[in-house]
């Protein structure tokens, strides 16, 4: 009976570290989502201290420009200084997929953008944008590790046929 007992203990306090943990990955699930969603706020704000908090130091950007592949805020900075002539921009994402690490302190995504904006009072706007990224939580806040800018080619870059 001893045994049932001590068993029986010892499943419930698995199940509700298992329970503390999910919720805790859920908490950071959704920290995450907010972050992403946010990111770059720091365009709408116009603050390039914004985006130095947005990215981490030692961040990887990745352009749609052949020139862009950016290590370190030192490197992305002036790249950011000269994108703040965007005003009133607007991002509209869907299909969002985030892809949270078992610790929840980082994770990856992948989603799909449309940006409107303005520029010497001409609007423009970029569509099918494919974008993703890596964001890491450092000293308590989410950060740019890593993120990746796309607009995709009519036809294949290199061809191959597609089988079903």
């Known amino acids: 009976m001893k045994r049932i007992y001590c068993l029986f203990a010892i499943t419930l306090l698995l199940t509700g570290c298992e329970n503390s943990k999910s919720s805790d990955l ?33 961040a990887i950007l990745i352009g749609t420009d052949a020139a862009e592949y950016l290590v370190g805020w030192e490197e992305i900075e002036p790249s950011v200084k000269g994108q703040l002539v965007i005003k009133d921009p607007v991002f509209s994402s869907k299909n969002l997929n985030v892809f949270m690490s ?16 303005t520029i010497d009072g001409e ?29 995709g080619l009519e036809g294949q870059a290199v061809e191959y046929e597609i089988t079903e």
């Open 102 to 117: 078992n610790s929840g302190d980082m994770a990856s995504y992948t989603q799909k953008l449309d940006f409107t904006y």
């Open 123 to 151: 609007p423009g706007e970029v569509k099918g944008v494919r974008n993703s990224g890596v964001i890491k939580k450092i000293d308590g806040y989410w950060k740019i590790i890593q993120i990746h800018w796309s607009i």
């Open 26 to 58: 859920s908490k950071a699930s959704s920290e995450a989502e907010k972050f992403i969603a946010t990111q770059f706020d720091f365009f709408s704000n116009n603050s390039l201290d914004q985006a130095k908090m947005t990215f981490a130091e030692d």
